[in-house]
């Protein structure tokens, strides 16, 4: 076995130390070598360790000696040198990975730097409170004990401590309570000053020890910069060191910002935010980049990559694939002195422990499924800052152009939930062009910048926020934030971030809302916000745009969105589109670029196919079945061609398969790269079908030419292909087989809808020699591929119908009188005459008669019959010992005549190959004929040239026994037999393995018996028959119990004395147990198993042996044996003289022009789009089809309803909360600025207006609503009644009890439900007027219903209505018993009166 040696560009980047492995090498050198020798091996090598130690002279671990040895040198001078030469590949070579790692600490130590404190002045306010001086911060954040300088010396502390502060914060005096007021130093803090710029130290990557993962672990990588470090040397870093753009360069950068401390996703939309946001990074190998934290939506970004997070394995190199990169400030990093290294030569690894606990105003632990952090140290300590910019200048670095010094990465920046800094960030981002998803429905910032998208509208080409709209806007940004505003700051803070949000919502092209809530999908809005953002009219803009589409596999938004009718594309720019959609296997978007007018045959040159085969993976099967059927081991285009040849038995030749040069350029020759193929999608087939890719095969299969042809080479191709896969592959051959069946189903199918239409033009297609396929018909190639269910179709079987009868008209008794009285032939056989009314002549007649396959077989059948009468008769009686006989002669003629039709018959047999006819033609009968000729033809020559009388008379024995087996190849013909022989066959197969299993225990019990039987024993051949014969025998019921008993002829113990034994009747007890009753019954069962399976195809079975027949006897000559010596003499002589060969000379009617070509092939495609059209209309029809489009309908009711019935009916109790805090201010407050009072005013008076304006339309509508329904008629009104309660599932109650008044309906998880808050107007002491105005109109507007009740019953419950807020008001004065009567009261009220609103709206 050749060695494997180590791999010069071995990559250690596995983040595993290497000090845990353990494994065998030889023991010659010390524990440490063996070790660091064993690391240098790549998996390869690793994998070949065992065989390798088994080879004498070869050790363990192979070294570079033994890689540079010359061929047949003993390897034991090498190892006689000793130790240095053992080690000599290795331990002489610098270690790859501690260079990488050497290589990124300079580089790391080199660009980035660190902020530490070196002066400690305490903060004048200390959160939490300090309980002991050494809890005091300093102005930095940090305690004086974690200051640098104090961890490394205790002792310096009075380094960095003011001289005024050192006998307070003495070692000593640390633990008492710090003074009210602390002594203040000359010097102040000053940051720009006092944070000293070092080479940072923490760098290298970190091992999250408390933390398990179901799948992989691998430690992340992380860095720590100053707030001030070079975007674009991290960049670099990020590339080279930590090679982030390796194994795949990403297509996106995802952004997420949001919720931190206070925030969490559960439910339905955790799932919908995973889902999507895993999805859109999978499908872009998009990063994705946080604050890194556990909390918020952070964590949720962790949770989310948790779940979709995979390895990608290249050689001894493990990389994420999906990379999370977290950009965090340094102080805030909970536990952060565990990833400090010494000496800048950071850490490998450091061990962090994470937690769930989230603490305020402390440091917070960092999420443990990120895969990168970038720490941005600004010299504080203890608090969120400084990350921004750092973050900023990052993300615009990634998306701008290359040209502009960028990586041209399309990023996206997502929205969920989030503080005030979140909707500054969407702003900034949307500033630098870079689009916002906002989740709408989280809360907060994204459901601020929600609302105030969706009513801001184009006017005048400006985008305006509305007017009405502006109060609840203030109202919203207020019920977020206003809790920690200072009163002084409650009109700027909110007029700020207002401004901020109307900056946002101008742009409408960059900015996307996505509703959590709705049934959608989140990368489905990030591919459509990016749309939107690379809308351009120039073609580069719009290429951009097609590629990331590409790269989301969303070939619906493309064909909405790019490939509009308004636009016009160039052919050639999106031929690169189409050669990336063909190697990423996008089979919607290939199809999409082929309708933009792409013609396949300028696009498919030998060099854009042979791209397509080079991105084949290397680990593929294909690499496998080429090697073992072409010896080759690259995929060119001349290997796929040979590959092809074994796979189909007969393909062209390159220069066959390319257009002539002269076709293409008037100009010469040209290069053999540009040139173009004859017949594009047979190229691009037979790719699809090589690499498994089923719905593009199928798709190319659609275009191309002669689909049934082209399905039945697939069929060819993937039998052939699970043939040679070797065995341990039995899932790809599954697979192989599945895909078989596919085809087979495509073609037979096709070739049904012909049939259906036009039977004649159907069998035309079955029997044509394919022009693209060398001449091989359909039938051939289905033979080939054993492809049973096609040619059993009603067209292959009527087509060999025809070949059998040759269009003769007749039944068995016509048959039997054409025989015995041949004249009949001439004068009653009916023939089936030609197109055009050309009758046949006698003489024709009698041609085609004699010369179809079924007189042939007739004749053939009659004469063997008599060549078995004669057969016999010379082997009973005609032998003579020392004479031949003519009898003999006769049999042995008749014998060499059999022997040349069989040879005449397999030259003419339509296979292309020599090859392909033994496997096709050769099978079991076959071969037992072969070797019964070679039997005869020895027989006779020995009974003619020696007295071996006894030898010749054996031969002709097993002679006739053959010829007699002969006969069942005759019962194919018959319909009932032709199965049964199949049967047999099939058994025979099933006996041998039985046969495998029964003479095991056969020789135990035989070998066994013996023994026992027989004491001593001499060596002799009967030993072996007793062993087997009487085993075998007693199989049947043959006991032989005399053959166990003592004999009598002899002294019992005496040599070759047969002796009784009491265990021998044990053991023939259970060997007859198991023979007779499990052996026998399993051979019954398998047989059983076996019939059954062959009866349910049996007419398949036969019909597909009846090919094989037919195309035997239409090759057979006329004249049957021994008569057939004439005609293949004849032949023989025509042959030699090279006049037409040893083929028939094909009649004309087989030779069809390139007019009839063309027309059964555009027939053959009309009949497969007819059939696409059958199938595709009964996968509408069929039931998931139809449960689907009821589910999809269902999802727009709702989204409509959802849109129509929950309109914006928001109470104005939050703004009365605003209110009576401002009147509080007002009482409170005396020093307050009386500008701010007098803006809250107006502020009350626009939402006053904005409320009526809205009740105004509702009562406008509620009145045009009463006269349409006055108009119409009641049979009209009640249906509409009904449609809308079935539609929204509302029943009504028997006993309706309504309330006078429905608020609002909210929405929640479960649809759409009715829910009761406090009366909005039921305390107007500080509304002003209007709002009583409003209240009176709202009682107006009233159902129909409700107002047509009786007056009983609108007293009733107007008295329960006052009830209700009666109650509400004295809840403390009553009981609880009367508490609960009302709330089951109120409760009932409530479903009543939504009944009533549903149906007046």
Known sequence: MASVYPDQSYDYDTGYSHIDYHGGVSSSVSFSEREYQKNQMTLKEARWVGVRKKVPGMSGVPSKSQSKAKPGKSQSKSQSKGQSSFLEGYIDEEDPYLKKIHDMNEFITQHF????????????????????????????????????????????????????????????????????????????????????????????????????HVGGKKPAKYVRITDEADVGQLLDMMKIHWRIMEPQVPNLVISVVGGAKNFKLDGRMRDVFSTGLIKAAKTTSAWLITSGFNMGVMKSVGQAVRQGQSFCWDDDRMAHVLRCIGIAPWGYVKDRKVLEGNNNEGKYNANYRTSNVILHDSAVPLNPDHTHFIFVDDGYRVQYGGVSGIRAQLEQKISQPESEGGLGIPLVLVVVEGGVDSIKDACKSLEHNIPVVVCDGTGRAADILAYAYKHTKSHGGERVFSEEHKPKLRRKIQEAYSKNWKPEEYVSKLKTITETVHRCCVRADLLHIFNMNKHEDLDL??????????????????????????????????????????????????????????????????????????????????????????????????????????????????????????????????????????????????????????????????????????????????????????????????????????????????????????????????????????????????????????????????????????????????????????????TLTKMILCLIFPPYVAFGLEILEAEGGKKISKLEKMFIFYTSPLSKFAHGMILYGVFLILHSYMVLVDFRKNEVTALEIVIVIWVFSFFVDEIHTFISFPSPTIWSKIRDWYGFLKWLDLFNFVLAFIGFLLHTQSDQYKVVKILYCINSIIFYLRIMKIYIANGQLGPKMFMIRRMLDELRMFIMVMIVFLLAYGVASQGLLYHVRSPSWTILKDVLYFPYWQLYGEIYLDEIDTEGSCMAGSANCRTSHWLVYILLGGYLLVGNILLLNLLIAIFSHVFEAVDKNSQEIWKYQMYFMVMEYEKKTALVPPLSLIHHAFLAVRWIIKCKGCKHKKTESNVWGQRQLEYLQLFEKEMMMNHLRHKKAHELSSIDTTINKLQKRVDELTKLVEEEVVADTTGNQPWKEFLQQFQYIQEEGPDMNKETAGDLEPLAEAEEETTNKKHKKKKKKHKKREQSEERDKGDNLSEKEDKLKNNLNITEPDKPEPREKLVTQQRSERGLLPAFVPDEDSETDNVSPKYQRKKEQRSEVMSPRFQNMRKGDREELSRMYQQLQGSDSSSDEVSQRRREKLRKKKKKAKKSMFTIRTESD
């Open 525 to 810: 809005a990030i591919l459509s916000v990016l749309l939107k953002a690379k809308q351009g009219t120039d073609e580069a803009q719009r290429l951009s745009q097609l590629k990331l589409a590409l790269a989301w596999d969303r070939s619906d938004i493309a064909q909405e969105e790019i490939f509009r009718e308004d636009i016009l594309w160039n052919a050639e720019s999106l031929q690169g589109v189409l050669t990336e959609a063909l190697t990423t296997h996008k089979v919607q978007f290939v199809q999409l670029i082929l309708h933009q007018g792409i013609v396949m045959k300028e696009y498919l040159t030998y060099e854009v196919l042979e791209k397509l085969y080079e991105s084949v993976p290397k680990h593929n099967y294909l690499y496998k079945i080429l090697h073992r059927l072409t010896g080759k081991d690259s995929l060119t285009l001349e290997n796929v061609r040979l590959l092809l040849l074994k796979l189909l038995d007969k393909y062209d030749t390159m220069e066959e398969l390319l257009v002539d040069q002269e076709e293409e350029t008037d100009e010469g020759k040209v290069d053999q790269k540009k040139r173009h193929f004859k017949h594009p999608y047979k190229m691009l087939l037979a790719w699809a079908l090589l690499l498994k890719q089923e719905r593009m095969a199928k798709l190319f299969w659609e275009l191309g030419d002669e689909p049934v042809t082209s399905a039945l080479v697939a069929t060819k191709m993937y039998q052939t292909m699970s043939k040679y896969l070797p065995k341990h592959e039995s899932h790809l051959q599954t697979v192989f087989k599945d895909l078989k069946s596919d085809f087979e189903l495509l073609a037979t199918n096709v070739l049904d809808e012909c049939h259906h239409n036009d039977p004649g033009k159907a069998m035309m297609i079955a029997e044509r020699e394919s022009p693209s396929y060398n001449q091989m018909s359909c039938m051939q190639i289905a033979a080939a591929a054993s492809d049973q269910a096609f040619l059993s179709s009603p067209t292959c079987f009527s087509s060999m119908n025809v070949y059998w009868k040759h269009g003769i008209l007749f």
């Open 113 to 212: 730097r660190q902020k530490e404190c070196q002066y400690f002045v305490p903060k004048k306010v200390q959160k939490p409170v300090a309980k002991h001086i050494r809890d005091l911060k300093c102005q930095c954040g940090e305690v004086l004990s974690d200051h640098k300088a104090v961890r490394d010396s205790p002792t310096d502390y009075v380094n960095i401590v003011p001289q005024e502060l050192q006998a307070l914060m003495a070692p000593n005096r640390r633990l008492e309570p710090p003074p009210d007021k602390l002594p203040q130093p000359a010097r102040a803090w000053d940051a720009t000053r006092d944070l000293q710029v070092s080479v940072t130290t923490s760098f290298g990557k970190m091992n999250f020890e408390n933390v398990e």
